[in-house]
């Protein structure tokens, strides 16, 4: 049956009434003014000082709150590299129980000898300790979010497979955040496996001496703006909800719970320029060791986008530059705007599994189990939806 097209329709027309009107450009010129103005060390000290928990992910300054610094030159040569995944996840409703992962790979080499170098490499899982964690005791099935935690490992050790392929200098970049969040909520026995597995990598990267970063675009973050509004809270309990917004502070505080980071910075970064460093607050980080995830804002032309690097890599002026710069070369180079990184594309065109790939890979699943005379049959749910109804 075709969906209440009706219905939509009005619930659809009430969100766009419900629409918040435009940001105010004043506040928010208030809201740039106050990050330009605010000490760093006064957001510091109530870091430190502070005795009941921050109800907010805040960022913490690791040089200056509000310093901008523009992109540098390329060297003559130079080779940037990326990793992308795509899966085709378990199927409750087949009689076998398989996933399959795909990673696509892109080598871009730039300057006297340009080329290209791209390929993927796919994995079909069907064993039982590749569909399971523990699967002599605990069995607890890889789907789901854990296989998106899979995937990402994989994809990391894709990056640094790629990145192995080409000559420095080069830059390892990946699609999405370097913070694998969704550990933060697992198993232990699964978070301490998987952040062996990326530590390992990060380690390798740093001995070899590759600069690894992420790329976010249009970024959903505001740890910058949950700092300054720490900063502009009286009240130890930071309780929004029973404050009484009667100073100007507290107006702000009310008004920046609405930005987004991005907000804060299109209006401050030129093209091309970068703001300060910051260290992510994000408790899984307590696991990274030497690998702490740190981030800067970066103005793309056209968006501003969040970059993430292990700390050896910005606590490095040569690698801090050298990331800086081939991002925003990437995104120079992009034909879309607002502009994205062909190398990260080039990587998730090759990790792309197609409706006619899926297909196919049912198929050949099927026929397999034919040929050993093994008779394939999916749920009757799933019989049910694939026929007509009444």
Request: net charge negative; proline share 6%.
């Amino acid at each position: 049956m075709p969906l209440d097209m009706d219905t939509l329709y009005r619930r659809v027309e009430a969100m766009a009434v419900d629409l918040p009107d435009a940001i105010s450009a004043q506040q928010l010129a208030e809201a740039r003014n106050f990050l330009q103005r605010a000490d760093p060390q006064v957001l510091r000290r109530k870091l430190q000082q502070r005795t009941t928990k921050i109800p907010w992910l805040v960022a913490e300054p690791i040089h200056t709150l509000a310093g901008t610094y523009p992109v540098t030159a390329l060297p003559e040569d130079w080779s940037v590299v990326a990793a992308d995944g795509s899966t085709i996840p378990p199927d409750r409703h087949s009689p076998v129980r398989y996933y399959v992962l795909n990673i696509g790979h892109a080598l871009l080499t730039y300057g006297a000898a340009p080329d290209a170098l791209l390929w993927a490499q796919g994995h079909f899982f069907y064993e039982e300790s590749e569909l399971y964690f523990d699967h002599l005791e605990k069995r607890i099935p890889i789907e789901g979010t854990r296989l998106g935690i899979r995937m990402g490992m994989d994809e990391i050790d894709g990056l640094l497979a790629a990145a192995r392929c080409a000559a420095p200098p080069l830059v390892a970049l990946r699609d999405g955040s370097l913070i694998f969040w969704d550990l933060q909520n697992e198993d232990q026995s699964i978070r301490d496996e998987y952040l062996r597995q990326l530590l390992e990598a990060m380690d390798a990267f740093r001995d070899a001496q590759i600069p690894v970063a992420s790329y976010i675009s249009y970024p959903g973050s505001h740890d910058v703006i949950n700092s300054l509004r720490l900063m502009l809270c009286d009240r130890e309990s930071a309780d929004c909800a029973r404050c009484p917004q009667e100073t100007g502070e507290q107006v702000l505080c009310r008004f920046m719970g609405g930005l987004w980071d991005r907000d804060l910075y299109r209006g401050l970064l030129r093209p091309g320029d970068r703001s300060d460093i910051f260290a992510s607050q994000s408790a899984i980080l307590e696991r990274y060791r030497a690998h702490r995830i740190q981030f800067f804002y970066l103005d793309v032309e056209g968006e501003i986008a969040r970059i993430e690097a292990p700390q050896w890599v910005l606590d490095d002026p040569s690698m801090l530059e050298l990331v800086h710069s081939t991002v925003v070369d990437q995104c120079r180079r992009s034909g879309q705007y607002p502009p994205y990184p062909p190398v990260l594309i080039e990587a998730h065109e090759q990790a792309v599994i197609s409706t006619a790939d899926r297909q196919a890979v049912g198929e050949l699943v099927e026929q397999a189990l034919a040929d050993k005379g093994r008779f394939y049959l999916r749920s009757a749910k799933d019989r049910s939806k694939r026929s007509r109804g009444v």
